[in-house]
């Protein structure tokens, strides 16, 4: 296993990266796909200054099943865009959601056909080399929980789940019993700390100051001969803005979590 984290495509993202020996990191784009790929000659060029090497890109605003078909074909184009280029810049791990759930819809109904737009990813991304995950939280995505991922896993058995411990968390569930029964099929993992006070989400602070048990999170991933990428990522106001604590926030997480490694 090896550190990473969400970067924006900045220099002074990929630089922080580099000098706080985090040799990974991720792309989310929230922008429109255009003005990502706009960037694209600048941001290889920071990945070569540099010598980081990108764990995962995907979308987590684009909708799979969206009832407006040329919305759908919108954001199915940008995926394969965006796989395309996973497969330029090395980046083993796409992610993306199931879709979201409209109101009133069945969730079968949901599924058959979040499935069907999945098969035909999952087989696009495969002839390129890139490994389809779908995250487990909840933007355009419904399939966050066990049962979802059973459903998906019996249908498309080579796709693969990127997961976030607090997401569980705060949804009252067990993390560790998710990773226990589903952390072979992991192909990316993000390290997020999280805070409830009263069963309330309260703040996401660094990882190691935050009531997580990540030496169990991590004894569990050995088990599960976990080879991915451990991607930090820098959440709320005051952990995400680089003018207050984001970068501080950061390299605590990365010693502290390389702390716990074995390797």
């Not at 990929?14 to 985090?22: L, S």
């Not at 796409?94 to 109904?109: C, H, R, S, T, Y």
């Not at 066990?146 to 993390?175: M, N, T, V």
């Not at 001969?225 to 451990?230: A, F, I, N, S, T």
């Amino acid at each position: 296993m090896k550190v990473g984290m969400i970067a924006n495509w900045n220099e002074d993202d990929i630089r922080f990266a580099a000098e706080a020996k985090i040799p990974y990191v991720e792309f989310i784009p929230w922008c429109p796909m255009g003005e990502f790929t706009g960037k694209r000659k600048e941001i290889e060029g920071y990945l070569s200054k540099y010598k980081v090497n990108v764990a995962a890109m995907g979308f987590f605003n684009h909708d799979i099943i969206h009832p407006d078909a040329a919305k759908r074909e919108s954001d199915l184009k940008d995926i394969r865009e965006m796989i395309a280029l996973c497969k330029d810049w090395k980046s083993p791990v796409f992610m993306i959601g199931a879709g979201e759930l409209q109101k009133g819809q069945d969730e079968q109904v949901a599924l058959r056909q979040s499935i069907e737009a999945l098969k035909k990813i999952v087989d696009d991304a495969g002839k390129q080399g890139v490994t389809v995950a779908i995250y487990n939280c909840h933007c355009w995505n419904y399939c966050t929980t066990p049962r979802h991922w059973g459903a998906l896993l019996s249908a498309i058995p080579q796709i693969r789940f990127k997961y976030d411990c607090s997401h569980s968390y705060y949804d009252g569930r067990e993390y560790l019993a998710e990773l226990r029964d589903f952390g072979r099929y992991l192909a990316h993992t993000h390290v997020k700390g999280c805070v409830k006070a009263e069963g309330r989400r309260v703040v996401d602070p660094p990882a190691g100051l935050d009531q997580l048990d990540w030496r169990s999170v991590l004894g569990l991933l050995y088990q599960c001969e976990y080879k991915g990428v451990l991607s930090l990522e820098a959440h709320s106001a005051l952990w995400n803005d680089p003018k207050q604590l984001k970068y501080q926030g950061l390299r605590f997480s990365a010693n502290y979590i390389k702390s716990l490694l074995v390797e």
